[in-house]
């Protein structure tokens, strides 16, 4: 069982607020990552890290930003949220050997009204 | 980029065995993935091919060519438990190990 966590899981919030999605994973992992998911569709790569103080983007453009300062931890921060960003985010975390699985979290369901 | 293909609907009889296909074209390539997603939840991976050939986990089988960009999930004696979205994903050839997935297949299993 993969030790990834998000909080909070659903989140409803009004268009011009900061909010700020937390992960956390417990396995030690150095890479992580953040997709974004529309019902129906595919994962987007919108941010990763490959350890402390790394941050990049990914292939989807993403208006939200990340921080990497603790290698267990990997918020997700929106300035100001807008109705466009409503949709599923999910954090992803590896180990740099082996299969590269990653393990997902839970998710956080994020509508903005 | 990444371009991944597969169906977006099967539907399966219990106990019977079905095949997912994934075909992929992609300017890099270093693995594939299957995952299993259920409705609203995280998904949970399933196998891994980065060689050619059939990778075996109990009811389920995985199957890569590279030269084809080719893969496909097989699961056997269906259980109502498998009605899930199957993902196929492809890891890139850069240090991040990012995965580019497919829209998934929406699989119905019928009694």
């Known amino acids: 069982e993969a030790d990834i966590y998000q909080t909070p899981r659903y989140l409803v919030i009004g268009t011009g607020k900061k909010i700020t999605l937390e992960c956390s994973q417990t396995?030690?992992?150095?890479?992580m990552y953040w997709y974004q998911q529309d019902p129906g569709m595919e994962l987007h790569l919108i941010h990763y890290s490959y350890g402390v103080n790394s941050t990049e983007k990914g292939d989807l453009s993403s208006e939200s930003t990340v921080s990497r300062i603790r290698t267990e931890h990997f918020p997700l921060t929106l300035e100001s949220a807008r109705p466009s960003h409503t949709s599923q985010y999910l954090c992803a975390s590896t180990a740099s050997r082996r299969t590269y699985e990653q393990y997902f979290g839970p998710g956080t369901r994020l509508t903005v009204t | 980029g990444q371009n991944i293909d597969q169906p977006t609907e099967m539907t399966a009889t219990e106990g019977a065995i079905v095949q997912i296909n994934c075909t992929y074209q992609t300017s890099g390539f270093n693995g594939l993935f299957w995952y299993q997603q259920h409705a609203g939840e995280a998904p949970t991976f399933l196998s891994y091919n980065v060689l050619d050939g059939l990778e075996e986990k109990g009811r389920f089988s995985s199957f890569l060519s590279r030269s084809k960009g080719y893969s496909y999930l097989l699961l056997k004696e269906l259980q109502m438990k498998d009605s899930a979205s199957y993902l196929c994903?492809?890891?890139?050839?850069?240090?991040?190990?990012?995965?580019?997935f497919g829209k998934g297949t929406h699989l119905i299993i019928q009694p």
């Open positions: 994903a492809v890891r890139d050839e850069g240090g991040a190990d990012g995965l580019t």
């Open positions: 396995m030690g992992h150095d890479k």
